[in-house]
């Protein structure tokens, strides 16, 4: 029998390559875009978080062989980030690895992949929710297997993603209320300021 230190050595070189292994995840450019995916907006279009709508759809291209989604079980849509979101925002930075990615933050819809035909989902209607920040957008589809890993995809978007794309107008959480708030504060403040002088005036006229 080893000693236990060997045995302790040994396990943690075992878990350390399981983590790595886990980290790795799915690479994004080993997925084909089997999925074709339609979005009701317009180009170039700006819509407002908690108020506007996008209808999409998805469906599996019919050009591809009879068997090429054998293993898609899931299909989420998501909202992804444009390049032009994306510079200088870490927080956005696209990876390959998909355990990584952080491209796509927003789900928009999740279903089952149909069994039988037509292999096709929506349309669903989903309200932009009032957490989205203001940005470039573009929308993409994940195929998932039995086990939960990507296995293919589609986007309205080219492989560039500088086409089709759309704006949302996120929130700022100022409201009307605050900003009459402000506006009277300050009105306040201006008279004040002015009696306060007027005062001041009058009391050294006064001594004189």
Known sequence: MGSPSLILTALS????????????GVLFSSLKPTLSITASFKKGQALVAGEDTITVSWSLNQ????????????????????PVSQTDRGWRKTKDNLGKDK?????????????????????FTWTVERDIPTATYFVRAYAFDASGKEVAY??????????NLFEVKGISGRHASIDIAAACFSAFS????????VAEKRRRTSSK
């Open 13 to 24: 070189l075992l878990l350390c390559c399981s983590s790595a292994v886990a980290a790795e």
């Open 63 to 82: 050009t591809l062989a009879g068997n090429t989604d054998a293993s898609y079980k899931t299909v989420k849509v998501k909202l992804c980030y444009a």
């Open 103 to 123: 491209t796509c933050q927003f789900t928009i819809t999740t279903g089952p992949y149909p069994a039988k035909a037509p292999k096709s989902g929506g349309p």
């Open 154 to 163: 589609g986007q309205t978007t080219d492989t560039e993603k500088s086409t």
């Open 190 to 197: 201006v008279v004040s300021l002015t009696g306060f002088f």
